[in-house]
T-cell receptor, first 109, second 114 residues
Framework: DAKTTQPTSMDCAEGRAANLPCNHS???????VYWYRQIHSQGPQYIIH???NNETNEMASLIITEDRKSSTLILPHATLRDTAVYYC??????????FGKGTRLHILP | NAGVMQNPRHLVRRRGQEARLRCSPM?????VYWYRQLPEEGLKFMVY????????ESGMPKERFSAEFPKEGPSILRIQQVVRGDSAAYFC????????????FGSGTQLSVL
């Protein structure tokens, strides 16, 4: 079973920052937080992952709270192509990824 | 560097036939994962393999389903005596195998059982 809780859906205006929250209150010390997204029936796409520190790459930023019980994925300038289901996942090293229901993000023109 | 390749993209089978789904991991990747996605549902883990070894098959149905990842060649997900409920998208992912490595997913195989 997925160990994360995410909103079922969210809307964001095109060009604005999309902030997707995730709760993972039972996360263990060696578990990483991963974010993937799935754009309409395509294979899931890796976005970003982190352990304790905030992370940033060309796609997004990941903000993890100090107690590691929650995190936020930030898409700085959302476009229509960012419309997708976003999955927040906690994963022990060397283990499989278990997907939950994710957040369906709608980018509005 | 080619991505994860899955074939066929679409597979149609009649009830009772066998379905074979192939997955070629990215170059240098030795770990393969299979997931199933039923219509309007989430991705469900099926099996995790390394070369010639099944590491975790906790998500595989006990009957009719099998998977392999031979020393040479692609990983194969095999479904015997397919039923309509097997109709789904099947996704394969690969990783190099190092801890914390991200998974790269293929485009999936859409299986339709008539």
């Amino acid at each position: 079973d997925a160990k994360t809780t995410q909103p079922t859906s969210m809307d964001c205006a095109e060009g604005r920052a999309a902030n997707l929250p995730c709760n993972h209150s039972t996360i263990s010390g060696n578990e990483y937080v991963y974010w993937y997204r799935q754009i309409h029936s395509q294979g899931p796409q890796y976005i970003i992952h982190g352990l304790k520190n905030n992370e940033t790459n060309e796609m997004a930023s990941l903000i993890i709270t100090e107690d590691r019980k929650s995190s936020t994925l930030i898409l700085p300038h959302a476009t229509l192509r960012d419309t997708a289901v976003y999955y927040c996942i906690v994963r022990p090293p060397d283990d499989k990824i278990i997907f939950g229901k994710g957040t369906r993000l709608h980018i509005l023109p | 560097n080619a991505g994860v390749m899955q074939n066929p993209r679409h597979l149609v089978r009649r009830r009772g036939q066998e379905a074979r789904l192939r997955c070629s991991p990215m170059k240098g990747h030795s770990h393969v994962y299979w997931y199933r996605q039923l219509p309007e549902e989430g991705l469900k883990f099926m099996v995790y393999l390394q070369k010639e070894n099944i590491i975790d098959e906790s998500g595989m149905p006990k009957e009719r389903f099998s998977a392999e990842f031979p020393k040479e060649g692609p990983s194969i997900l095999r479904i015997q005596q397919v039923v309509r409920g097997d109709s789904a998208a099947y996704f394969c992912a690969s990783s190099p195998g190092s801890p914390h490595e991200k998974l790269f997913f293929g485009s999936g195989t859409q299986l339709s059982v008539l």
